[in-house]
Protein backbone atom coordinates (compact mmCIF):
# COMPACT_ATOMS: atom_id res chain seq x y z
CA UNK A 1 0.00 0.00 0.00
CA UNK A 2 2.68 2.38 0.74
CA UNK A 3 4.82 2.15 -2.35
CA UNK A 4 1.39 2.60 -4.38
CA UNK A 5 0.90 5.75 -2.86
CA UNK A 6 4.04 7.36 -3.72
CA UNK A 7 4.42 6.35 -7.60
CA UNK A 8 1.10 8.72 -8.34
CA UNK A 9 2.73 11.59 -6.86
CA UNK A 10 6.24 11.45 -8.40
CA UNK A 11 4.24 10.89 -11.86
CA UNK A 12 2.48 13.96 -11.29
CA UNK A 13 5.55 16.28 -10.34
CA UNK A 14 7.18 15.36 -13.18
CA UNK A 15 3.98 16.20 -15.70
CA UNK A 16 4.07 19.74 -14.18
CA UNK A 17 7.33 20.31 -14.81
CA UNK A 18 7.68 19.04 -17.90
CA UNK A 19 4.30 21.09 -18.71
CA UNK A 20 6.00 24.48 -17.82
CA UNK A 21 9.47 23.42 -19.40
CA UNK A 22 6.99 23.41 -22.75
CA UNK A 23 5.49 26.84 -21.54
CA UNK A 24 8.57 28.48 -21.38
CA UNK A 25 9.81 27.45 -24.33
CA UNK A 26 7.26 28.29 -26.55
CA UNK A 27 6.81 31.90 -24.71
CA UNK A 28 10.64 31.76 -25.59
CA UNK A 29 10.44 31.01 -28.99
CA UNK A 30 7.34 33.35 -29.84
CA UNK A 31 8.96 36.50 -27.96
CA UNK A 32 12.39 35.53 -30.42
CA UNK A 33 9.91 35.32 -33.58
CA UNK A 34 8.03 39.01 -32.48
CA UNK A 35 11.56 40.44 -31.96
CA UNK A 36 13.55 39.08 -35.24
CA UNK A 37 10.10 40.45 -37.30
CA UNK A 38 9.69 43.65 -35.82
CA UNK A 39 13.72 44.34 -36.32
CA UNK A 40 13.36 42.88 -39.59
CA UNK A 41 10.40 45.00 -40.52
CA UNK A 42 12.31 48.11 -38.96
CA UNK A 43 15.26 47.77 -41.45
CA UNK A 44 13.20 47.12 -44.43
CA UNK A 45 11.23 50.38 -43.61
CA UNK A 46 14.04 52.06 -43.02
CA UNK A 47 16.14 51.05 -46.12
CA UNK A 48 13.52 52.33 -48.04
CA UNK A 49 12.85 55.83 -46.51
CA UNK A 50 17.06 55.62 -47.22
CA UNK A 51 16.27 55.28 -51.34
CA UNK A 52 13.53 57.56 -50.98
CA UNK A 53 15.79 60.01 -49.55
CA UNK A 54 19.17 59.35 -51.86
CA UNK A 55 16.70 59.57 -54.74
CA UNK A 56 15.47 62.95 -54.07
CA UNK A 57 18.65 63.93 -53.50
CA UNK A 58 19.81 62.72 -57.07
CA UNK A 59 16.81 65.19 -58.02
CA UNK A 60 17.27 67.95 -56.02
CA UNK A 61 21.37 67.91 -57.37
CA UNK A 62 20.33 67.17 -60.94
CA UNK A 63 17.75 70.35 -60.95
CA UNK A 64 20.57 72.49 -59.03
CA UNK A 65 23.31 71.81 -61.75
CA UNK A 66 21.07 72.66 -64.31
CA UNK A 67 19.92 75.92 -62.16
CA UNK A 68 23.50 76.72 -61.95
CA UNK A 69 24.45 76.06 -66.13
CA UNK A 70 21.62 77.66 -67.06
CA UNK A 71 22.52 81.05 -64.91
CA UNK A 72 25.84 80.35 -65.51
CA UNK A 73 25.31 80.08 -69.59
CA UNK A 74 22.84 83.59 -69.31
CA UNK A 75 25.83 85.75 -67.48
CA UNK A 76 27.94 84.30 -70.37
CA UNK A 77 25.60 85.47 -73.40
CA UNK A 78 25.99 88.85 -72.13
CA UNK A 79 29.81 88.69 -72.67
CA UNK A 80 29.06 87.82 -76.51
CA UNK A 81 28.69 90.32 -79.12
CA UNK A 82 27.54 90.44 -82.46
CA UNK A 83 30.08 92.33 -85.28
CA UNK A 84 29.06 93.50 -88.90
CA UNK A 85 31.37 95.26 -91.52
CA UNK A 86 28.61 96.91 -91.98
CA UNK A 87 26.62 98.93 -89.69
CA UNK A 88 22.89 99.33 -90.93
CA UNK A 89 22.77 96.30 -92.18
CA UNK A 90 18.34 96.27 -92.03
CA UNK A 91 17.18 93.19 -93.14
CA UNK A 92 19.72 91.76 -95.55
CA UNK A 93 21.12 89.74 -92.12
CA UNK A 94 18.18 87.36 -93.46
CA UNK A 95 19.75 86.89 -96.90
CA UNK A 96 21.66 83.27 -96.94
CA UNK A 97 24.69 85.32 -98.21
CA UNK A 98 24.73 87.96 -95.52
CA UNK A 99 27.04 85.86 -93.49
CA UNK A 100 29.82 85.95 -96.58
CA UNK A 101 29.00 89.28 -97.88
CA UNK A 102 28.53 91.34 -94.39
CA UNK A 103 31.05 89.92 -91.97
CA UNK A 104 28.60 88.86 -89.52
CA UNK A 105 29.96 87.01 -86.42
CA UNK A 106 30.09 87.20 -83.01
CA UNK A 107 33.11 88.03 -80.62
CA UNK A 108 34.23 87.87 -76.88
CA UNK A 109 34.09 90.72 -74.42
CA UNK A 110 37.96 90.03 -72.40
CA UNK A 111 37.79 93.41 -70.61
CA UNK A 112 35.42 95.84 -68.83
CA UNK A 113 37.54 98.38 -70.74
CA UNK A 114 36.27 97.53 -74.07
CA UNK A 115 38.54 94.63 -75.52
CA UNK A 116 36.92 92.34 -77.75
CA UNK A 117 38.45 88.92 -79.15
CA UNK A 118 36.92 87.52 -82.64
CA UNK A 119 37.78 85.90 -85.90
CA UNK A 120 40.20 87.74 -88.73
CA UNK A 121 37.78 86.93 -91.28
CA UNK A 122 35.06 88.75 -88.94
CA UNK A 123 36.91 91.61 -88.02
CA UNK A 124 39.05 92.52 -90.74
CA UNK A 125 42.66 93.81 -91.14
CA UNK A 126 44.82 95.47 -88.62
CA UNK A 127 43.48 99.16 -88.43
CA UNK A 128 40.03 98.96 -90.09
CA UNK A 129 36.38 99.29 -88.64
CA UNK A 130 34.03 97.00 -87.66
CA UNK A 131 30.89 97.57 -85.91
CA UNK A 132 29.94 95.80 -82.82
CA UNK A 133 26.59 95.40 -80.75
CA UNK A 134 26.25 94.36 -77.11
CA UNK A 135 23.32 92.18 -75.56
CA UNK A 136 20.96 95.02 -74.73
CA UNK A 137 21.22 96.34 -78.48
CA UNK A 138 23.86 99.27 -78.43
CA UNK A 139 26.16 99.64 -81.37
CA UNK A 140 29.38 100.95 -81.72
CA UNK A 141 31.90 101.39 -83.72
CA UNK A 142 35.18 98.67 -83.10
CA UNK A 143 38.47 99.68 -84.12
CA UNK A 144 40.90 96.48 -84.91
CA UNK A 145 43.72 97.19 -82.78
CA UNK A 146 45.15 93.81 -83.45
CA UNK A 147 45.00 91.12 -86.11
CA UNK A 148 46.89 87.88 -87.63
CA UNK A 149 45.28 86.52 -90.95
CA UNK A 150 47.63 82.91 -90.34
CA UNK A 151 46.01 82.75 -87.24
CA UNK A 152 42.67 84.15 -87.53
CA UNK A 153 42.36 86.20 -85.00
CA UNK A 154 41.40 89.98 -84.05
CA UNK A 155 41.28 92.41 -81.19
CA UNK A 156 38.63 94.84 -81.33
CA UNK A 157 38.41 97.91 -79.25
CA UNK A 158 35.36 99.82 -78.68
CA UNK A 159 34.90 102.96 -76.41
CA UNK A 160 32.89 101.92 -73.95
CA UNK A 161 33.53 101.16 -70.13
CA UNK A 162 32.39 98.54 -67.48
CA UNK A 163 31.22 95.94 -69.37
CA UNK A 164 30.38 92.28 -68.87
CA UNK A 165 33.74 90.16 -69.82
CA UNK A 166 34.33 86.69 -69.85
CA UNK A 167 36.87 84.78 -67.93
CA UNK A 168 39.94 83.17 -69.85
CA UNK A 169 40.61 79.33 -69.29
CA UNK A 170 43.34 77.32 -69.91
CA UNK A 171 43.68 75.53 -72.88
CA UNK A 172 46.83 73.40 -72.18
CA UNK A 173 44.73 71.33 -69.67
CA UNK A 174 41.85 70.38 -71.54
CA UNK A 175 41.10 67.02 -72.31
CA UNK A 176 38.90 64.72 -75.10
CA UNK A 177 35.09 64.04 -73.90
CA UNK A 178 35.34 67.20 -71.95
CA UNK A 179 31.34 69.20 -71.71
CA UNK A 180 32.16 72.23 -73.80
CA UNK A 181 29.55 75.41 -75.09
CA UNK A 182 29.28 76.72 -78.06
CA UNK A 183 28.03 80.28 -78.07
CA UNK A 184 27.18 82.92 -81.16
CA UNK A 185 25.70 86.37 -81.32
CA UNK A 186 24.85 86.70 -84.83
CA UNK A 187 24.43 90.85 -85.38
CA UNK A 188 23.07 91.49 -81.76
CA UNK A 189 19.20 91.55 -81.17
CA UNK A 190 17.89 90.76 -84.40
CA UNK A 191 18.84 86.93 -83.60
CA UNK A 192 18.25 85.14 -80.98
CA UNK A 193 21.63 84.16 -79.32
CA UNK A 194 22.37 80.48 -79.75
CA UNK A 195 24.09 77.98 -77.07
CA UNK A 196 25.29 74.81 -78.27
CA UNK A 197 26.49 71.72 -75.92
CA UNK A 198 28.81 69.02 -76.63
CA UNK A 199 32.26 67.81 -76.18
CA UNK A 200 35.63 67.83 -77.63
CA UNK A 201 36.06 65.59 -79.78
CA UNK A 202 39.60 65.99 -80.51
CA UNK A 203 42.74 68.11 -79.80
CA UNK A 204 45.74 69.34 -81.56
CA UNK A 205 43.50 69.24 -85.25
CA UNK A 206 45.65 70.23 -88.47
CA UNK A 207 43.03 71.37 -91.15
CA UNK A 208 44.15 72.44 -94.74
CA UNK A 209 42.04 75.69 -96.48
CA UNK A 210 41.67 77.02 -99.79
CA UNK A 211 40.39 79.68 -100.92
CA UNK A 212 41.50 82.27 -103.72
CA UNK A 213 44.54 83.19 -102.32
CA UNK A 214 45.56 79.74 -102.19
CA UNK A 215 46.51 76.90 -99.28
CA UNK A 216 47.11 77.49 -95.87
CA UNK A 217 46.77 75.45 -92.51
CA UNK A 218 45.53 75.77 -89.45
CA UNK A 219 47.30 74.22 -86.50
CA UNK A 220 46.56 73.37 -82.78
CA UNK A 221 42.83 73.24 -83.53
CA UNK A 222 40.46 72.09 -80.69
CA UNK A 223 37.64 70.21 -82.13
CA UNK A 224 34.37 69.80 -80.87
CA UNK A 225 30.81 68.36 -81.64
CA UNK A 226 28.67 71.62 -80.27
CA UNK A 227 26.97 72.87 -83.14
CA UNK A 228 29.65 75.69 -84.70
CA UNK A 229 27.27 77.80 -87.49
CA UNK A 230 28.57 80.96 -89.52
CA UNK A 231 27.14 83.22 -86.83
CA UNK A 232 29.02 81.38 -84.07
CA UNK A 233 32.44 82.86 -85.56
CA UNK A 234 34.55 85.18 -83.29
CA UNK A 235 32.42 83.68 -80.50
CA UNK A 236 33.91 81.67 -77.43
CA UNK A 237 33.83 77.68 -77.03
CA UNK A 238 33.64 78.00 -73.19
CA UNK A 239 34.28 74.91 -70.33
CA UNK A 240 31.11 74.08 -67.56
CA UNK A 241 33.28 76.79 -65.07
CA UNK A 242 32.06 78.89 -67.72
CA UNK A 243 35.67 79.41 -68.48
CA UNK A 244 36.73 80.65 -72.22
CA UNK A 245 39.15 77.95 -73.60
CA UNK A 246 38.54 78.58 -77.50
CA UNK A 247 37.47 80.75 -80.15
CA UNK A 248 35.23 79.49 -82.69
CA UNK A 249 36.15 79.85 -86.20
CA UNK A 250 35.50 77.51 -88.99
CA UNK A 251 33.12 74.64 -89.44
CA UNK A 252 33.81 71.80 -91.90
CA UNK A 253 30.84 71.84 -94.60
CA UNK A 254 31.39 68.38 -95.66
CA UNK A 255 30.94 66.84 -92.44
CA UNK A 256 28.60 67.12 -90.22
CA UNK A 257 28.82 67.78 -86.53
CA UNK A 258 32.46 68.95 -86.62
CA UNK A 259 33.37 72.49 -85.63
CA UNK A 260 36.58 74.13 -84.40
CA UNK A 261 38.33 76.67 -81.94
CA UNK A 262 41.35 78.20 -81.79
CA UNK A 263 42.71 77.29 -78.58
CA UNK A 264 42.65 80.53 -76.03
CA UNK A 265 46.07 80.16 -75.06
CA UNK A 266 47.61 81.59 -78.49
CA UNK A 267 45.84 84.53 -77.91
CA UNK A 268 46.88 85.55 -74.16
CA UNK A 269 49.65 87.35 -74.31
CA UNK A 270 48.33 89.67 -76.49
CA UNK A 271 45.07 90.03 -74.41
CA UNK A 272 47.03 90.29 -71.19
CA UNK A 273 48.80 93.11 -72.92
CA UNK A 274 45.88 95.01 -74.05
CA UNK A 275 44.21 94.60 -70.67
CA UNK A 276 47.05 96.21 -68.97
CA UNK A 277 48.89 98.55 -71.15
CA UNK A 278 46.45 99.77 -73.82
CA UNK A 279 48.62 98.09 -76.50
CA UNK A 280 51.01 95.67 -77.77
CA UNK A 281 54.01 95.98 -79.19
CA UNK A 282 54.40 93.02 -81.31
CA UNK A 283 57.99 91.28 -81.59
CA UNK A 284 58.54 89.72 -85.16
CA UNK A 285 61.01 87.39 -86.09
CA UNK A 286 59.49 86.92 -90.20
CA UNK A 287 59.42 83.11 -90.92
CA UNK A 288 56.43 80.75 -91.18
CA UNK A 289 57.10 77.31 -91.26
CA UNK A 290 55.14 73.77 -90.67
CA UNK A 291 55.23 70.84 -88.21
CA UNK A 292 55.11 67.49 -88.99
CA UNK A 293 51.15 67.12 -88.64
CA UNK A 294 51.05 69.94 -91.93
CA UNK A 295 54.10 67.82 -93.31
CA UNK A 296 51.58 64.84 -93.78
CA UNK A 297 49.54 67.63 -96.57
CA UNK A 298 52.64 68.02 -98.50
CA UNK A 299 53.51 66.17 -101.51
CA UNK A 300 57.47 65.88 -100.43
CA UNK A 301 59.66 63.40 -99.10
CA UNK A 302 60.72 65.41 -96.25
CA UNK A 303 61.13 63.62 -93.21
CA UNK A 304 61.62 64.95 -89.68
CA UNK A 305 60.24 63.81 -86.13
CA UNK A 306 61.12 66.95 -84.14
CA UNK A 307 61.12 70.69 -85.22
CA UNK A 308 59.38 73.15 -87.67
CA UNK A 309 60.18 73.38 -91.00
CA UNK A 310 60.86 76.73 -93.04
CA UNK A 311 59.19 77.45 -95.70
CA UNK A 312 59.24 81.22 -95.72
CA UNK A 313 61.38 83.91 -94.76
CA UNK A 314 59.69 87.55 -95.04
CA UNK A 315 62.16 89.69 -96.98
CA UNK A 316 61.93 93.10 -94.74
CA UNK A 317 62.23 90.60 -91.25
CA UNK A 318 64.92 90.37 -88.92
CA UNK A 319 65.13 86.42 -89.74
CA UNK A 320 66.68 86.69 -92.89
CA UNK A 321 69.06 88.61 -92.21
CA UNK A 322 70.47 86.30 -89.35
CA UNK A 323 71.71 83.55 -92.16
CA UNK A 324 68.52 80.98 -91.81
CA UNK A 325 67.10 79.91 -94.37
CA UNK A 326 64.26 77.96 -95.80
CA UNK A 327 64.41 74.35 -95.45
CA UNK A 328 66.00 74.69 -91.43
CA UNK A 329 64.42 73.11 -89.19
CA UNK A 330 64.27 74.72 -85.99
CA UNK A 331 64.06 72.72 -83.03
CA UNK A 332 64.48 75.30 -80.25
CA UNK A 333 64.30 79.04 -79.44
CA UNK A 334 66.57 79.71 -76.80
CA UNK A 335 65.90 76.86 -74.46
CA UNK A 336 62.30 75.88 -75.23
CA UNK A 337 61.81 72.98 -77.27
CA UNK A 338 59.22 73.57 -80.72
CA UNK A 339 57.23 71.13 -82.36
CA UNK A 340 54.42 73.40 -83.57
CA UNK A 341 54.58 76.94 -84.47
CA UNK A 342 51.79 78.09 -82.72
CA UNK A 343 54.34 77.34 -79.90
CA UNK A 344 57.09 79.62 -81.74
CA UNK A 345 54.29 82.08 -81.97
CA UNK A 346 53.59 82.08 -78.37
CA UNK A 347 57.17 82.30 -77.29
CA UNK A 348 57.53 85.36 -79.67
CA UNK A 349 54.44 86.72 -78.30
CA UNK A 350 56.01 87.48 -74.37
CA UNK A 351 59.01 89.17 -76.39
CA UNK A 352 59.33 92.86 -77.10
CA UNK A 353 60.85 94.45 -80.25
CA UNK A 354 64.84 94.32 -79.67
CA UNK A 355 65.02 91.53 -77.97
CA UNK A 356 67.84 88.77 -78.57
CA UNK A 357 66.59 85.12 -79.07
CA UNK A 358 69.00 82.01 -79.83
CA UNK A 359 67.71 79.47 -82.74
CA UNK A 360 68.68 75.83 -82.95
CA UNK A 361 68.16 74.58 -86.20
CA UNK A 362 68.94 71.29 -88.42
CA UNK A 363 70.37 71.93 -91.81
CA UNK A 364 71.34 69.07 -93.27
CA UNK A 365 71.58 66.83 -90.09
CA UNK A 366 73.99 68.76 -88.71
CA UNK A 367 72.82 71.24 -85.55
CA UNK A 368 73.46 75.22 -85.36
CA UNK A 369 72.30 77.64 -83.45
CA UNK A 370 71.32 81.09 -84.76
CA UNK A 371 71.26 84.75 -82.73
CA UNK A 372 67.99 86.65 -83.81
CA UNK A 373 67.46 90.11 -82.79
CA UNK A 374 63.32 90.83 -82.56
CA UNK A 375 61.92 93.89 -85.17
CA UNK A 376 58.86 95.30 -84.64
CA UNK A 377 55.83 94.05 -86.59
Same mark, same amino acid.
Given at each position: ?? !??????????????????????????????????????? #?? !?? /?? !????? +????????? &??????????? @????????????????????? @??? /??????? @???????????????????????????????????????????? /???????????????????? @????? *???????????????? %???? +??????????????????????????????????????????????????????????????????????? *???? #???????????????????????????? #????????????????????????????? &? %??????????????????? +?????????????????? +?????????????? #?
Amino acid at each position: MY !EYSRRPSKFKNFIIIFSLMVIVSAVSIFAYSTYMKIDIN #KY !EN /DS !EASAT +RLYNNEEMD &KEENEKEDNSM @LEDITKGVVGISKIKNTGLAI @LDS /DATQELG @LGSGIIVSEKGYIVTNWHVAGDKYSTCYVTLENGEIYTGNVTWA /DEDLDLAIVKIKKNGLNYLE @LGDSD *IISLGQDVYAIGNPIG %IEFQ +RTVTSGIISGLDRTIKIEDENGEAYMEDLIQTDASINSGNSGGPLVNKNGEVIGINTIKIASAEGIGFAIP *INII #KPIIESYIKDDEFDEAYLGIFAYDTEVN #KYLNSNLEFNNGIYVVKISTDGPAIKSGL &K %IGDIITKIDELEINKMSEL +RNYIYTKSPGDDVTLTIN +RNNKQYTINVTLGK #K
